[in-house]
């Protein structure tokens, strides 16, 4: 499979990235940011690109795709909704629609997380906004569309969080993983997880486009 990945330089992205370059099904990984990822390897190639609103001038980058894996996000801490909105919704569908354009018939995958308001009418703001992007990406021409939802994400062989108090969590909690999935199995998953999911999802797919932690891990063969 040739597989795009949106969001390498991030913590779930970069986990993700480490698994694809691992699994022997994955030919190659072509990685849009707008920053360096860090990662060499035969199989990455990778697009600085500023302006995500606007993919046209990628369109042959991205074609032939079998995959896309959207790991690109933004906390809605201090937003406004329109800003939220904007940097979430219209980020992420301008990106998904030019993929669908460049590569008919991909599989798309897109990190969301659990409690979105699939209803679009919650009191969370940043719910709604998330329900709204998983429902218009659910309604694009992709060959399937998956929504992933997890809780709380461990990241794992390495990966680091570039929020200093995040990863100072992630340190704390590290050594009771384990106890954490045993205890909270909806709730808990890894990087590393996500990004075997993600592969088996555009492998062989699964009988619902919305995913959370636990479907996440059996896929992931961790569950």
């Known amino acids: 499979m040739k597989v ?62 079998d995959a896309c894996f959207f790991c690109l996000g933004t906390s809605a801490a201090g937003l406004d909704e329109r800003t939220y909105h904007h940097l979430t919704y219209d980020l992420t569908l301008a990106a998904a629609r030019a993929v669908a354009e460049a590569s008919p018939g991909l599989t798309f995958c897109y990190v969301s997380g659990e409690g979105t308001d699939s209803s ?64 909270l199995p909806r709730y808990v998953t890894t990087t590393a997880a996500v990004g075997k999911a993600m592969i088996r999802l555009a492998v062989g797919g699964f009988e619902r486009p919305v995913l959370h932690s636990q479907d996440i891990n059996r896929l992931a063969g961790e569950g």
């Not at 190639?45 to 046209?56: A, K, N, Q, R, V």
């Not at 998956?146 to 200093?164: E, F």
């Not at 384990?178 to 205890?183: A, E, G, N, Q, V």
Request: charged content about 20%; some cysteine.
């Open 4 to 65: 795009i990945l949106f969001g390498a330089s991030g913590m779930v992205g970069a986990g993700v990235l480490l698994e694809c370059l691992d699994d022997a099904r994955i030919r190659s990984v072509l990685v849009v940011g707008r920053s360096v990822c860090g990662a060499t390897h035969p199989k990455l190639t990778e697009i600085l690109h500023g302006d995500f609103f606007d993919l046209s001038a990628l369109r042959d980058r991205l074609s032939g795709a």
């Open 120 to 183: 679009e009418q919650g009191r969370a703001m940043w719910a709604r906004v998330k329900g709204k992007t998983e429902n218009a990406l659910l309604r694009m021409p992709f060959k399937a569309a998956y929504m992933l939802r997890p809780a709380y994400i461990q990241p794992m062989r390495g990966v680091r969080s570039k929020t200093r108090w995040y990863q100072a969590v992630y340190t704390v909690f590290a050594p009771v993983y384990p106890i954490l999935r045993r205890l």
